[in-house]
């Protein structure tokens, strides 16, 4: 058997005694499950760590494998220099999985490396791992970082490991390193969200029963808004343990700082072919696109008629000729956004009414958000079906001149200077203060944010 075990462990600087001064003890649950894991890792004997860390170097759209012949790494932005470690690369592997990822169409490779410095996601479990007696000289590792991708390619990457290993014969343990939620305490670094807890809560129940198509499934909304480090690293964890009995044991949890910090120990016990949890999440996003269809509205409809017309025949549809009033008889501007894997895939409207009707402004802008939105590719037709659908149809623009009067869950906001004109949606994620929303729709004007600006604040009808 190639893949020894797998572990999910935290990276907190503070844990280290040389950056923590005393502080440590208020997580040495932590401490303590993470020597009981660097003692097992050390007693399998592996040949080859495969870490992967949120703080590596990191693409939205590839897996950067880190080159080379070997690594240093130190903490120095912790005020800790003296903690300075040295690791070899396996650079059979690093090139095999290279070449078969991109053989099996996922984007993976060395290039782009600007820092080989080790960061110090992969610098804490190294250095519980040196406490433990790992020979340095007589293991070697793949420090891998995380992407912007979907969670079936994640998941898919880590199934490309685990073949890669088994063609190369080597005996392999994998360490995912990645913190939980960052907004679990109002007096924490990062402030408080409800989601945080939810987060953590979910993710350590995920992970210590092995669910990973929950894990694989978890709401992108609620995983964003609790500021979360580690799941990616957890997703492609799963793909390596692709088809196998899985015991997992919950070592330790913590959330001392306001920081989520969980250990989980995953034993290996054989094979077992239900473990298909790529056929398992292929088939749910199948389920939940069709139930997606089957709840849109008329005016979600016709954005999805518009833009799979355009994208499989590069001609603008038609309207179709059973249209509600509201669509025909009525002007008005209108958004259509697109999301794919919970992310934004393209945003375009208009702030007035530019066509004879709302149908045929909801026509023209699904064509533009799949193809002219100037920050990302068009749309494919591979794409269609992960598709999630938004239209904002804009209420009339209303002056103001205090800010007082916007709230962003509310309203819609527009900033203008000059010629400059920005506008930002109400209730979008991530985006939880007035300020913030001035700031944004300000950035995309090309207004600086000393810049004073003309005030509007509009109400948006969202369809989903």
Known sequence: MSILGAAVVPHPPIILPEVGHGEEQKISATAKAYKEVSRRIVALAPDTIIITSPHSILYADYFHISPGEAATGNMAQFRAPQVALAINYDTEFVMKLSNSAMAADVPAGTLGERN????????????????????????????????????????????????????????????????????????????????????????????????????????????????????????????????????????????????????????????????????????????????????????????????????????????????????INRRAGAFVSLHKDGNLRGCIGTIMATQDNLAEEILQNAISACSKDPRFEPVTIDELDALEYSVDVLGEPERIFDVKDLNVKRYGVIVENGARRGLLLPDLEGVDTVAEQIAIAKRKAGIRPEEKVALWRFEVIRHH
């Open 116 to 327: 080989s410095s080790l960061d110090h996601g992969t610098m804490i479990p190294l250095r519980f791992l040196q406490e433990a007696g790992l020979d340095f000289n007589h293991v070697k590792f793949l420090r891998i970082g995380l992407s912007g991708m979907s969670a079936a390619l994640h998941y898919k990457f880590g199934q490309t490991i685990a073949r890669v290993a088994d063609e190369l014969g080597r005996k392999i343990f994998f360490i995912a390193s990645g913190d939980l939620s960052h907004k679990l305490k109002s007096d924490g670094p990062y402030g408080f969200v409800e989601e945080g807890p939810q987060f953590d809560s979910q993710v350590m129940e995920n992970l210590g029963g092995a669910n990973f198509l929950q894990l694989l499934t978890m709401d992108n909304a609620m995983c964003n808004r609790a500021a979360e480090c580690g799941l990616r690293s957890f997703w492609i964890m799963a793909g390596a343990l692709d088809r196998k009995a899985i015991r997992a044991e919950k070592l330790s949890y913590e959330g001392t700082f306001g920081v989520g910090y969980g250990i989980v120990y995953f034993n290996i016990d054989g094979d077992d072919a239900g473990r298909n949890f790529a056929y398992q999440l292929a088939k749910f996003k199948k389920y939940e696109a069709e139930k997606r269809k089957a709840n849109e509205d008329a005016f979600v409809k016709l954005a999805r008629y518009s833009l799979e017309t355009f994208v499989k025949t590069r001609k603008p549809a038609t309207l179709p000729a059973d249209l509600p009033e509201e669509l």
